[in-house]
């Protein structure tokens, strides 16, 4: 025969509020910092990646993308300026380690190959794209602005190394009528 006290059903102990309060605070946090070393915020300032990005548009930045890959052709890319790594950049990915960039009647050269670029803003002006030729490096990145004749890039600073990148540019959350991914142009390389 069987006693009431075996037939009683066990008991769930409630937990206090402040227990659920504080437990909610640390998944919060928990979450924040994730997001926060995965990804990066930027605000564009000035002209130099028009037609595709202007001032004061809002960017999240992937951290992760080049932990687990490395950056590749057309890619938007945010890094810091190495003689003040205070001022972050955002550029285009022209060239990788190991590829000669070259700069010849206007026109820009991979590894003798012509790219062709329907994202710059206007042709580039006989001032700002000067014959010239760049060798990059094992863990040289050579990067332009999309407005060619307003961007201080790899042509006036030299190529990037890979040290200095912070991340790929993955989403524009400002303004609101320009949220969306950031659209991934890679260019064809021979």
């Keep these: 025969m069987l006693s009431n006290a075996t037939l009683e059903r066990p008991r769930l102990q409630r937990r206090g509020f402040i227990r659920e309060f504080a437990e909610t605070v640390l998944l919060i946090v928990a979450i924040y910092a994730l997001v926060n070393m995965a990804t990066a915020r930027f605000i564009v300032e000035g002209p130099s990646m028009q037609p595709n990005f202007d001032t004061g548009q809002f960017l999240i930045v992937s ?35 190991g590829d000669t960039v070259k700069m010849q009647n206007l026109a820009v050269y991979v590894n003798g190959n012509l790219i062709q670029e329907p994202y710059i803003n206007e042709p580039c002006s006989d001032s700002r794209c000067r014959d010239n030729e760049w060798v990059l490096g094992e863990d040289e990145f050579f990067v332009m602005g999309d407005n060619r004749n307003h961007s201080s890039d790899s ?12 991340g ?9 009528a320009q949220i969306g991914l950031v659209t991934k142009i890679h260019f064809p390389q021979g």
């Design 63 to 97: 951290r992760l993308s080049y932990l687990l890959g490395e950056p590749d052709y057309g890619d938007i890319i945010v890094f810091h300026y190495f003689n003040n790594p205070e001022d972050d950049y955002i550029k285009r990915v022209i060239g990788l380690p």
């Design 168 to 176: 790929e540019a993955v989403f524009r959350y400002w303004p609101p």
């Design 155 to 166: 042509r006036a600073f030299g190529p990037i190394t890979r040290e200095y990148i912070v």
